[in-house]
T-cell receptor, first 113, second 112 residues
Framework: NAGVTQTPKFRILKIGQSMTLQCTQDMNHNYMYWYRQDPGMGLKLIYY???????DKGEVPNGYNVSRSTTEDFPLRLELAAPSQTSVYFCATRRGGSYNEQFFGPGTRLTVL | EDQVTQSPEALRLQEGESSSLNCSYTVSGLRGLFWYRQDPGKGPEFLFTLYSAGEEKEKERLKATLTKKESFLHITAPKPEDSATYLCAVQADAGGSEKLVFGKGTKLTVNP
């Protein structure tokens, strides 16, 4: 039982390049989330999904896109990377219903130069 | 606007020296308050959920309490392995919002 896995662990992008951050969970949780964590700041919600085929914007969605075709996978797409997207990205899941705690993956550290 | 403020930003303790971390919050109806532990280079690890004022939860050397305006994470006789950043987050009970508002965290260092 791996929980929440994220790939890659680290990535350096040039300005204008695109990439997809992968997130996979084996907990059969309906809810999935993408956060970014900047140094000295709290985690900010980018996008979330309440189930396969359903996604919604969070607090800071600009410059990102998501899709949710299966329960297990919730990839985050960066188009036209910018230095402001340099951050650590975390994927999280939640069972749903009255179980509110979110479980986080190990993170992807992204640098845009 | 929902807000979470954690204090202090950093705390250094000697092993065995008990203390408390504070999380003050402003939210339009509290659905839940969450405490997480984050080790360097890792994702946050869930510790506690508190739902209503007066509630308390314990786990080993940690005890979380909740009032209508703040939460405390009490650490009793800490050990070096308790060194980490502790994050507080709140979820508002507003229209099925899925948004968690996180504080910036308190970095705890416990010296042997």
């Amino acid at each position: 039982n791996a929980g929440v896995t994220q790939t890659p662990k680290f990535r350096i992008l040039k300005i204008g390049q695109s990439m997809t951050l992968q997130c996979t969970q084996d907990m059969n949780h309906n809810y999935m989330y993408w956060y970014r964590q900047d140094p000295g700041m709290g985690l900010k919600l980018i996008y979330y999904s309440v189930g396969a085929g359903i996604t919604d914007k969070g607090e800071v969605p600009n410059g990102y896109n998501v899709s949710r075709s299966t329960t297990e996978d919730f990839p985050l797409r960066l188009e036209l990377a910018a230095p402001s997207q340099t951050s650590v990205y975390f994927c999280a899941t939640r069972r749903g219903g009255s179980y509110n705690e979110q479980f986080f993956g190990p993170g992807t550290r992204l640098t845009v130069l | 606007e929902d807000q979470v403020t954690q204090s202090p930003e950093a705390l250094r303790l000697q092993e065995g020296e008990s203390s408390s971390l504070n999380c003050s919050y402003t939210v339009s109806g509290l659905r839940g308050l969450f405490w997480y532990r984050q080790d360097p280079g890792k994702g946050p690890e869930f510790l506690f959920t508190l739902y209503s004022a007066g509630e308390e939860k314990e786990k080993e050397r940690l005890k979380a309490t909740l009032t209508k305006k703040e939460s405390f994470l009490h650490i009793t006789a800490p050990k070096p392995e308790d060194s980490a950043t502790y994050l507080c987050a709140v979820q508002a009970d507003a229209g099925g919002s899925e948004k968690l508002v996180f504080g910036k965290g308190t970095k705890l260092t416990v010296n042997p």
